[in-house]
């Protein structure tokens, strides 16, 4: 089926609800001007409804192989990445000292949203890319930034993230990865990196690699680790691609989906890496990177859950199966309330995730644009937010989706299953799922709760004003936030391993109070309509999830030692 990107969710999202216009009303981002978001958001849409949605299938069905040392990637996809390079999509939040849009990230996101959702396993590519040119503009040398900046904003090169080791994986300051000062100011890079998404291609005229090592003189842990730039050719004095890199792809890993995204395994053999910050800084370099890249795997999970949606409505809208009980219905499955039930419960999820992520990009542009310290509190704590509620509901709408189908789901060729198999990783990458809550109620509390203090009050004034015009809807979200804010002191209240207990649902509980919030905003922009509907279903079916969720938040951890080994083995 056609894919037809969301835009006009998009423009009202921005319009009306995560409050795109204190970003627009900044010195820094005044060029966002209405007519600049509906441009680019109409452009984005149709780039990604007539050139990228048409690859995604056979990203699946003609995966990147490996042959003789050289990635193949998948028919279509060069044209695909031209498409996007050309037009500037690469660079749309970069500096334009660089070549780049400098344009506010929150319409980065957006864009990054949609072209997840045509096809995820090419938009990988750019994405890898748009945290990479993030972290050398935060770090790098003016050097560094002169000769890779303008080939990464063009496209002409493309980077890659290299953290994970066979020994290393969450555990990044296991990495054995080793880092030789050549005498200069270049190093030679030796050592194994595994899961490295778009770790090479043959549309780009060079890949650059961020890789994380150790000096001879850096310490145990991450602490001792630096980042280091290593090109796959080595630029020669006129900056072009000169002679190979000591460097290779050992070969491919065979996943579960994204088979159009080449995940490899890559060797350093005293590769010429140059390094990006100070000695021993890796970590900070990089989670420049990574922060990035949490906001975009969060959105990549929202994208998959509107393509996922998408097709099942397609499907339901058509298939004819059993006497429906709407006298005046279409005759198809749609009509079915269970279906209906699924279909809805798809949509207000993918709403609530998507404005979480467009309220979290709206943060990090403000806090680029004046500097204020709550702007950035807001942005650290609402990020593994983001990341693990839009990928948990990407992986929930696109299971749901195959159950639409029914059998047919379970059947290859319809592609219901294609979305399930490509979103699964997202929960898993870039921090598991469970990492981003414990990140969000050990370091994101730390400030004793204040940040997500302000999160709840905005909440409850909002809700507030909104009891006047819609009190059936606004006094449960008013509710939810104020059980949310009790949870919330407790947690700050516990030793750590009792917060990581209940972290998880912790995280899901907040994320849900988040979606009552922004359906609640949506229904009082559209009263009457069809958002107000949505958020209807939301709010008296949804947002209830969070009682049990809290409750299980906060149970501490004892109950999960009395379970002893030799018990979960039983």
């Not at 404005?355 to 310290?373: E, H, P, Q, R, S």
């Not at 109950?559 to 018990?567: Q, R, T």
Request: proline share 4%; aromatic share 6%.
């Amino acid at each position: 089926m056609p894919f037809s990107a969301p835009v006009s969710d998009f423009s009202f999202l921005l319009d009306e609800v995560v409050g795109f216009s204190d970003v627009a009303g900044t010195d820094r981002f005044a060029e966002a001007t209405p007519d600049m978001v509906t441009a680019i958001l109409s452009e984005a849409g149709k780039l990604c409804n007539d050139v990228i949605a048409p690859l995604r299938r056979d990203g699946d069905l003609k995966p990147a192989v490996l042959e003789n040392g050289v990635v193949r990637t998948t028919p279509g996809f060069a044209e695909g990445y031209s498409a996007i390079a050309e037009g500037g999509w690469i660079g749309i939040s970069a500096q334009p000292e660089h070549g780049g849009m400098g344009l506010p990230l929150t319409l980065a996101t957006a864009v990054n949203d949609m072209m997840s959702a045509s096809c995820l396993a090419l938009q990988l590519n750019p994405l890898m890319s748009q945290g990479q040119i993030e972290a050398l503009e935060h770090h790098a040398s003016d050097a560094l930034q002169q000769l890779y900046l303008p080939k990464l904003i063009s496209g002409e090169w493309a980077g890659t993230m290299n953290l994970t080791e066979p020994q290393a994986g969450s555990d990044v300051g296991a990495l054995r990865s080793k880092a030789e000062p050549n005498g200069d100011g270049t190093y030679a890079i030796s050592g194994q990196k595994i899961y490295i998404t778009w770790g090479d291609n043959d549309f780009t005229e060079n890949v650059c690699h961020l890789v994380l090592a150790r000096l001879p003189d850096g310490v145990p842990g991450t602490k001792g680790i630096s980042l280091f730039l290593v090109p796959k050719y080595i630029p020669d004095e006129n900056g072009a691609p000169g002679k190979a890199n000591s460097l290779r792809v050992v070969s491919l890993e065979h996943k579960l989906g994204l088979h159009g995204s080449p995940t490899a395994v890559m060797e350093y053999d005293g590769a010429t890496g140059w390094l990006v910050g100070g000695e021993h800084d890796g970590m900070k370099c990089m989670f420049t990177m990574m922060n990035n890249a949490r906001l975009g795997v969060g959105v990549q999970g929202i994208g998959i859950a509107e393509g996922a949606y998408q097709h099942a409505l397609a499907y339901a809208q058509d298939r004819k199966q059993g006497r429906t009980p709407v006298g005046d219905g279409t005759g198809t499955i749609i009509d079915h309330a269970d279906v209906r039930r699924m279909l809805a419960t798809m949509k207000a999820d993918t709403f609530a995730a998507r404005a979480i992520a467009l309220a979290n990009a709206v943060a990090l542009d403000m806090t680029n644009a004046t500097g204020d310290a709550g702007w950035a509190a807001r942005a650290a704590f609402l990020t593994p937010i983001t990341k693990a509620f839009g990928t948990d509901t990407g992986i929930n709408v696109a299971e749901m989706g195959v159950q639409v189908h029914g059998g047919m789901g379970f059947i290859e060729e319809t592609g219901a299953a294609q979305f399930s198999r490509d979103v699964r990783v997202t929960a898993i990458y870039e921090g598991t799922n469970g990492i981003q809550a414990m990140d969000l109620v050990g370091r994101k509390l730390m400030d004793g709760g204040e940040a997500a203090s302000d999160l709840l009050d905005e909440i409850e004034s909002h809700a507030e004003q909104a009891r006047d015009v819609m009190p059936e809807l606004a006094e449960p979200v008013w509710q939810a936030s104020e059980s949310l804010r009790e949870a919330t002191e407790w947690m700050v209240a516990q030793p750590m391993n009792d917060r990581f207990a209940g972290a998880v649902p912790f995280l899901r509980a907040f994320a849900r109070v988040l979606g009552g919030h922004f359906h609640l905003r949506a229904a009082m922009a559209d009263r009457g309509g069809a958002r107000e509907r949505l958020a209807r279903f939301y709010i008296k079916r949804m947002l209830p999830e969070h009682t049990g969720l809290l409750a299980h938040a906060r149970c501490g951890s004892k109950d999960l030692y009395d379970l002893s080994e030799e018990d979960l083995v039983a």
